[in-house]
């Protein structure tokens, strides 16, 4: 693991990432494991993007790509990044960020503007 060798990691640090994962699990267990995403609406009025790692052992991607199928949404974008786990946008912050910014070229995700003026 990257986070033994890295110079701003303690042993306390690695620890409490730990412990705190532990807690998390202990304290929404049944609520965590009830959740079916597939129960809720899958029409969505915005640009849905996934970046889902091939080696996410939690969400496997195959099962992922299912539900991205099952959604209808005005554009919609999935990107597989090579060797990432559950979570990508830690393990390859570089390769989810390349398809995060592809992605949002693909939806064609309009900017937000900030008004000119401001209302008195």
């Known amino acids: 693991m990257l986070a033994f060798t890295h110079p701003r990691y303690s042993l306390t ?9 532990e807690f998390s699990e202990r304290t929404i267990r049944d609520e965590l494991y009830a959740y079916d995403a597939r129960t ?24 992922i790509r299912r539900y991205f199928d099952d959604i209808r949404a005005p554009a919609k974008s999935f990107a597989l990044v090579r060797g990432g ?21 693909l939806v064609r995700v309009p900017l937000w503007q900030a008004p000119t003026s401001r209302p008195h």
């Open 85 to 105: 786990g559950h979570s990508v946008i830690v393990t390859r912050p570089a390769e989810f960020l390349d398809s995060m910014l592809a992605a949002l070229k």
């Open 40 to 63: 809720r609406p899958m029409q969505f009025d915005v640009p849905i993007v996934i970046v889902e790692g091939t080696e996410d052992m939690v969400t496997p991607a195959p099962y």
């Open 13 to 21: 640090d690695i620890h409490n990432f730990y412990e705190s994962a």
